[in-house]
């Protein structure tokens, strides 16, 4: 009989055989032998006949003599969300007719004490199966999930439902969850509450009177209208009808701004600004976006700044309404740039007066002129402070220097206008300027490679 040698595969859902190359004479194994081989080398289950046929037809090459029943992995686990945290869904939706609907908004997703969040349905075991030994081989279970976890959150004790530990607003804090506190008002803002200051999120199913100030450490939902107030959030910001500055209101976000129109008023975004229909004359600054998503979808007149884009309808007005548009940079850089050029001015004022002392100084001791004691200390103090201000004005120049590198650099941004741009109407992106000079339709207005503003493809 040949030699003959087994292996059984780490997994052992399979097993090869190999056929030494016979010798003149030497009689052929039958399968029965070869299947007592395979039995004494631990290989017992999934036989395969052929393999076996194959293996006497090809000496020398290792083949696939059994095969086992691989195991299947368990169904894994799976996560349903009762509450869908209120900052998941924070833009209108945009209905067929360019209309934008706030009725599915919900930014705020109020949940009460021991409210349950969210269910984990828990992954299956494996089933398993059958090696080529006979013995069975583990399925893997399923993947598992995790249950959402943060603060004023908890689980049930069989881990398997997360759960309010107060009332509050349902929401995401980074990449973590949170249950927080909520402040409702169910009527206006005005001389019957005074101004509002509260620490978590803050629901006003009214409106904000004209000089009356909301401020929350979270988001701020307002059902009615911003007339002359002022909106001050941590998170996010959402008002159903819109803003109305008056020239002295508006709102701050360190989140997104969401509003149905805004007009005549300073509004200030770490994100996005999104608006239902019309910008109109006001302040504009977001850390993202802004978009006038509906219908007119209007941007007309005062400054609208944003880090990446700005679109609309219709931007500027047929009688040349100043308006200007800057994409490209930061708001904030041009602030932090505006407020060091203004201190630098300051502090190099400063910085003449004290020369100029310093000079006169050294000019009358050198003439040996008495100078009365009370000038005289004057005189020192400001030469003193003179070296104290060529540091400040030294690091000032550094730090201009630095931001008109960094806005050099910068390269991105659009504005885009869906249906028309009028003539007057100033458009900047990173430091190029573009005065549209002609009614232009549809437009998209980009950077070149060259650092001038162009007309790219809708």
Excluded at 148 to 169: Q, V, W
Excluded at 399 to 421: F, S
Aim: proline letters at 5%; aromatic letters at 2%; one cysteine or more.
């Amino acid at each position: 009989m040949a030699k003959v040698s087994v292996k059984i595969a780490g997994d052992r859902l399979s097993a090869t055989l190999t056929m030494a190359v016979p010798a003149e004479g030497e009689p052929i194994t039958s399968n029965d032998e070869l299947k007592e081989i395979l039995a004494r080398n631990g290989v017992v289950y999934g036989i395969d006949e052929t393999g076996l046929e194959g293996a006497k037809l090809d000496p020398g090459k290792p083949v696939v003599v059994a095969h086992g029943d691989p195991p299947r992995e368990g169904v894994a686990a799976k996560l349903e969300w009762v509450v869908e945290p209120g900052s998941a869904k924070l833009r209108p939706e945009q209905v067929d007719d360019g209309r934008v609907d706030y009725r599915d908004l919900n930014l705020i997703r109020q949940v009460d004490k021991d409210r349950i969040l969210a269910r984990k349905i828990p992954s299956t075991q494996g089933i398993p199966g059958t090696g080529v030994d006979g013995k069975p081989v583990p399925g893997r279970p399923g993947r598992d999930v995790l249950l959402p976890r943060g603060k004023n959150i908890y689980h049930s004790p069989d881990g398997l439902e997360a759960r309010a530990a107060i009332k509050g607003h349902f929401t995401t804090q980074g990449s973590t969850f949170a249950v927080l506190p909520i402040f409702e008002h169910s009527a206006d803002v005005d001389f019957s509450t005074g101004n509002i200051d509260f620490p978590g999120n803050v629901k006003i199913r009214g409106s904000v009177g004209n000089g009356f100030t909301v401020r929350a450490g979270g988001d701020i939902e307002v059902g009615g209208a911003v007339n002359g107030g002022r909106l001050e959030a941590g998170g996010n910001i959402l008002v159903g009808r819109g803003i109305q500055g008056a020239h002295r209101g508006g709102a701050h976000a360190e989140g997104t701004i969401t509003a149905r129109f805004i007009e005549n008023a300073e509004v200030h975004a770490g994100k996005d600004v999104i608006v239902a229909d019309a910008i109109l004359h006001c302040q504009i600054d977001a850390g993202g976006k802004v978009v006038v998503a509906g219908k007119p979808g209007v941007i007309v007149g005062g400054v609208v700044r944003a880090a990446t884009e700005v679109s609309g309808s219709i931007i500027g007005a047929p009688l040349a309404t100043a308006t200007e548009i800057q994409v490209g940079v930061n708001p904030r850089l041009r602030e932090e740039m505006k407020l060091a050029a203004e201190n630098l001015a300051r502090v190099s004022k400063e910085l003449e007066r004290a020369e100029t002392a310093t000079r006169m100084l050294k000019g009358l001791q050198e003439k040996g002129k008495v100078v009365p004691f009370a000038q005289q200390d004057t005189l020192l103090r400001l030469a003193r402070s003179r070296m104290e201000l060529q540091r400040e004005a030294g690091e000032l120049r550094g730090t201009l220097d630095k931001l008109e590198e960094e806005i050099a650099t910068l390269k991105g941004g659009r504005v885009r206008a869906r249906e028309k741009v009028y003539p007057g109407v100033r458009v900047v992106i990173g430091q190029a300027l573009r005065v549209i000079e002609d009614d232009m339709g549809p437009t998209l207005l980009l950077l070149s490679p060259e650092g001038e503003v162009i007309l790219g493809t809708i």
